[in-house]
Antibody, heavy 123, light 107 residues
């Protein structure tokens, strides 16, 4: 069974940092591109970042560019999101979501999703 | 950035009725559109990809259609577990974007 389990969320002050992790199982992790998607409380879905299977290609949304860093460790079947200079508007549930296979287009849908981890930025 | 506009924002229907949800793109996305279902407290689940292909395990009561800028998700006969929020998403261009969602609620 394909499974994605996020961790690392919590309460952080504005300007602070947090590192999210996503543990993947049930599939060949290095064969898939991965993403982070977030959802502010009571709001819609917002794509945050993409990383290719090898880690060589990375994209960010404009709202997080320069503050967030996506990375992966294929030996550990893990995806990460380092979040720095956090703002109130970064408060959201952060989902790890699998993209397409590495041989497909980098532009893809998300399937499956993890259960999410809540990040709250507040003083 | 491609903007996706979903309508209506809320759809009030009874079990057994047919639901028709709309997603309109600000520019052509070809057939590169997906639909997701999200229930309260749960992660989104992929229903439809590339406008009309059902994801693995998705029942035939869910169907998608459209191309270019106008897309439709149809639920043929609503069951209690289908009342949820539905989102569309385009994969035509970066950044990947979602619509604002349509809530299907029990009338």
């Amino acid at each position: 069974e394909v499974q994605l389990v996020e961790s690392g969320g919590g309460l952080v002050q504005p300007g602070g940092s947090l590192r999210l992790s996503c543990a993947a199982s049930g599939f060949t992790f290095s064969s898939y591109n991965m993403n982070w998607v977030r959802q502010a409380p009571g709001k819609g879905l917002d794509w945050v970042s993409y990383i290719s299977g090898s880690g060589n290609t990375i994209y960010y949304s404009d709202s997080v560019k320069g503050r967030f860093t996506i990375s992966r460790d294929n030996a550990k079947n893990s995806l990460y999101l380092q979040m720095n200079s956090l703002r109130d508007e970064d408060t959201a549930v952060y989902y790890c979501a699998r993209g397409g296979r590495v041989e497909w287009s980098s532009l893809n849908w998300f399937d499956p999703w993890g259960q999410g981890t809540l990040v709250t930025v507040s003083s | 950035e491609i903007v996706l506009t979903q309508s209506p924002a809320t759809l009030s229907l009874s079990p057994g009725e047919r639901a028709t949800l709309s997603c309109r793109a600000s520019q052509s996305v070809s057939n590169y559109l997906a639909w997701y279902q999200q229930k309260p407290g749960q992660a989104p689940r992929l229903l439809i990809y590339d406008a009309s292909d059902r994801a693995t395990g998705i029942p035939a009561k869910f169907s998608g259609s459209g191309s270019g800028t106008d897309f439709t998700l149809t639920i043929s006969s609503l069951e209690p577990e289908d009342f949820a929020v539905y989102y569309c998403q385009q994969r035509s261009n970066w950044p990947l974007t979602f619509g604002g969602g349509t809530k299907v609620e029990i009338k």
